[in-house]
DNA sequence: CGATAGGGTTTCGTTATGAAACCGAATTGA
DNA sequence: TCAATTCGGTTTCATAACGAAACCCTATCG
């Protein structure tokens, strides 16, 4: 049968995952945030098939997350940018790029050192946090209408 | 072909999404933070084909995101809870939560309420911040060893 | 002791993926 | 100017993944 997805699903985790969830889509994203516009550079720097390419272009472009600009002179040429959508999903690709650094087996190269542009900081790890800035754990954290109801557990 | 992985990708994001990147295991690791820790209670819960459970149950004890107690007397159940690696994936879920919640078309139940057990107030929104707490948008990001590589552009 | 639950595996049909070939319009470049 | 290349796709075909249902063995419950 068809792979399921989760369009109507009751679980906002699972309606983003229908989006962006699969194996290309958020890589597609990165590199869209990384400055790339053109199909034939999505291709060459993610090495993707060019059919499953178009797919998921079309894909993300019909969920809001790219837009199709129209370039060429006569109309025939496109770049694909990130609409405010896309740009939203800046901190998933910077909490996953984190997991990934911290507990992805070691790799050749360092890990990206991402500043601020204006102090030269080094950015914030990504965590959660309660209104006053203190980290939250997954066992912090619970439904307001239902105070018996952990959210987290492990 | 095979479908591509990423398991050597020089790309920290990559890498992450070669270990939680397809349509069941977020949601899985998910649900175990909601304290489900039983297949047939994943099973139940996600609606998952039983054979695709048990092959992302066996990928994400293998990658160590969660691992498998024995529970029965004669060791015959078993339960699948989080290790620290997946439990440190909450800011990537608590993200992708967010991001739902705004971008994903409305929904009959409003987003859940999440809030902080000790406080009882919300939790803070997901942002990417600098060392002082301002939050940075992908402009303003860069990359340390090369002032002139913009990382986002849009 | 029979029924049911837990945790899988097997089978089989449908869908997705990837590589490569192909294609037409637009651009480049000699 | 005319051939070569680039861009953005589509088509074809083989392989891999997915989903539903059936099946299986070991506990546990009543």
Redesign the pocket.
């Given at each position: 049968?068809?792979?399921?997805r989760f369009d109507n699903a009751n679980c906002s985790v699972a309606r983003a995952l229908n989006e962006v969830g699969?194996?290309?889509s958020l890589l597609v994203v990165l590199h869209a945030m990384y400055g790339t516009r053109?199909?034939?550079d999505f291709q060459r720097e993610l090495g993707?098939?060019?059919?499953?390419l178009?797919?998921r272009?079309a894909r993300l472009v019909e969920h809001g997350v790219l837009k199709k600009v129209d370039v060429?002179?006569?109309g025939?040429?496109?770049?694909y940018r990130l609409t405010d959508k896309g740009r939203d999903l800046f901190p998933v690709v910077m909490a996953l790029r984190q997991w990934g650094d911290r507990w992805t087996p070691a790799q050749e190269h360092a890990p990206l050192d991402l500043r601020d542009r204006a102090t030269g900081r080094p950015v914030r790890p990504m965590v959660v946090q309660d209104a006053d800035g203190r980290d939250l754990s997954i066992r912090d954290v619970m439904l307001k209408d239902d105070e018996s109801h952990t959210v987290g557990l492990d």
């Open positions: 049968m068809a792979r399921k699969d194996w290309w053109r199909f034939v993707i098939a060019r059919n499953i178009c797919d272009l060429g002179e006569h025939s040429r496109h770049e």
